[in-house]
Each structure stands twice: as structure tokens, then as C-alpha cells.
């Protein structure tokens, strides 16, 4: 049996995940980090985007949104606490576009700099949460 690390993921509503893993890829502020087991303490800022996870004895990986958060490693666990997080199979790809198309015409009317700071972070949230949807839908292909 492959070595595993622990996961787990919080949202500021719920415990969205907590098991066991071959292997984490978490979209860290500087890039995309792979974690497997022992690896180095770290703490990052994570930016919006797609936690993939690698279960034992699983071929797919298992999707997560998250919009943002820390991301704390230790050698045998792995923290997430993000503000948002939804499990990929949940994301509504209707509702992503909408909120993109809402973040772009508030970015186009804008009337404060607070106010287009907002909506360009509106509009990361929701282009993650897309390309979360599009790597979803190449898995299952």
C-alpha cells in the first residue's frame, strides 16, 4: 500500500473533506504545489482555483474549490482552511458564468478603485470555479 498523508479541507461553513491521500495539489499564491507525504513544513496564502486530490487505491482525483485561504503542511497532515470550498461534483457552472458576467460589468462601471479591486476578485473566483467545471469534465472523458 502507497504511503498516505491526512487532508483535511474547512470552509467557514463546514468540514468539506478529511482523509487520506496519496498526494495534494493545491493552487498556491506562487503556483501550483504538489504535496505527498513527509513533505516540508510550509504555510501559504492559496489563491482561488482547484485542490485535486489523490485517494489510495483511486484512479480519479477528487476536485475541490476553494476561493482562497492558507494552507498549512506538516509531514503527515495537510490543512486547508479557505473561505469558500465546494466539492467539484456541487459547482454550478450557470451560476459561474453569471457571477463572471456580473464581476466584468461591474470592472466596465466602476466608480472607486475599492470597487474594482471587489469585482476583480469576483471575477477570479469565478473564472477558477470554470476551469474547476472544464477539469472536471476532462476527467470523466
Do not use: C, W
Not at 491521500?21 to 504535496?35: D, F, K, L, Q, W
Not at 504555510?43 to 484512479?59: A, F, N, Q, W, Y
Not at 503527515?76 to 466539492?87: C, G, N
Amino acid at each position: 500500500m502507497a504511503m498516505t498523508v491526512h487532508v483535511d479541507i474547512v470552509s467557514a461553513e463546514a468540514s468539506i473533506y478529511a482523509g487520506s491521500a496519496e498526494y495534494v495539489i493545491v493552487p498556491a499564491e506562487m503556483g501550483e504545489v504538489g504535496i505527498h507525504p513527509r513533505h516540508a513544513p510550509m504555510l501559504s496564502r492559496i489563491k482561488p482555483g482547484s485542490v485535486r486530490i489523490k485517494k489510495p487505491m483511486e484512479d480519479a482525483e477528487d476536485v475541490i474549490f476553494v476561493s482562497g485561504g492558507i494552507l498549512e503542511v506538516q509531514p503527515h497532515v495537510v490543512t486547508i482552511l479557505s473561505d469558500t470550498a465546494v466539492r467539484g461534483a456541487d459547482l454550478d457552472e450557470a451560476r459561474a458564468q453569471e457571477a463572471k458576467q456580473r464581476a466584468e460589468e461591474a470592472m466596465k462601471n466602476r466608480t472607486s478603485a475599492m470597487e474594482y479591486a471587489q469585482a476583480e476578485a469576483e471575477l477570479a473566483v469565478a473564472i477558477a470555479q470554470l476551469q474547476a467545471i472544464e477539469k472536471l469534465r476532462k476527467q470523466k472523458a
